[in-house]
T-cell receptor
Framework: DAGVIQSPRHEVTEMGQEVTLRCKPISGHNSLFWYRQTMMRGLELLIYFNNNVPIDDSGMPEDRFSAKMPNASFSTLKIQPSEPRDSAVYFC???????????FGPGTRLTVT | AQSVTQPDIHITVSEGASLELRCNYS??????LFWYVQSPGQGLQLLLKYFSGDTLVQGIKGFEAEFKRSQSSFNLRKPSVHWSDAAEYFC??????????????FGAGTRLFVKA
């Protein structure tokens, strides 16, 4: 299995621009998680889905952030408009059933200038 | 409230020495417990997990962890550290998905430095 796939791996954009991060979970997994990691705040859960349905989005920092999961094999995290404080590494992870163990993608390093 | 505490922000160990990373959790039911490792520029990788049964669990790369319910702890150990073990280590507790979906709470991480 290819594991969790994230794209792009690196993104540099200017403040005010729209940013879309993409994730393909492991085939057969039914839960998907988006995290943000920074030096100051550590690893933060932004939102998670179960069977393509958003279950808990309490970690989404502002209305500028939105996430979708149109099908079992694809999810997006969008930031519009982006701000410099959004600069971070964004991870996607997936898991299956009640196993709780999560498999992480390599992350997208976002830099907003 | 569910929480995970890793009291050591960073630890330095000599290569070949033993290692113990501490983890304490707060959880209302029997927890599912995990240790993950993150190498620089990488995502998190599962080292080991505890769901039930034997309280001493073995993981990859020679790591083990012991669940102690009375102390609400799940400390990670390795008898002999290698330079390649330098990384950040995260303890995590899982649970709380009554409506579907299974959220995991991560600790703040402990960065391990290995000196020659």
């Amino acid at each position: 299995d290819a594991g969790v796939i994230q794209s792009p791996r690196h993104e540099v954009t200017e403040m005010g621009q729209e940013v879309t991060l993409r994730c393909k979970p492991i085939s057969g997994h039914n839960s998907l998680f988006w995290y943000r990691q920074t030096m100051m705040r550590g690893l933060e859960l932004l939102i998670y889905f179960n069977n393509n349905v958003p279950i808990d989005d309490s970690g989404m920092p502002e209305d500028r952030f939105s996430a979708k999961m149109p099908n079992a094999s694809f999810s997006t995290l969008k930031i519009q408009p982006s701000e410099p404080r959004d600069s971070a590494v964004y991870f996607c992870a997936s898991s299956f059933g009640r196993s709780y163990e999560q498999y992480f993608g390599p992350g997208t390093r976002l830099t907003v200038t | 409230a569910q929480s995970v505490t890793q009291p050591d922000i960073h630890i330095t160990v000599s290569e070949g020495a033993s290692l113990e990373l501490r983890c304490n959790y707060s959880y209302g039911a029997t927890p599912y417990l995990f240790w993950y490792v993150q190498s620089p520029g990488q995502g998190l990788q599962l080292l080991l997990k505890y769901f039930s049964g034997d309280t001493l669990v073995q993981g990859i790369k020679g790591f083990e962890a012991e669940f102690k319910r009375s102390q609400s702890s799940f400390n990670l150990r390795k008898p002999s550290v290698h330079w390649s073990d330098a990384a950040e280590y995260f303890c995590a507790v899982g649970g709380g998905g009554n409506t579907g979906g299974f959220k995991t709470i991560f600790g703040a991480g402990t960065r391990l430095f290995v000196k020659a």
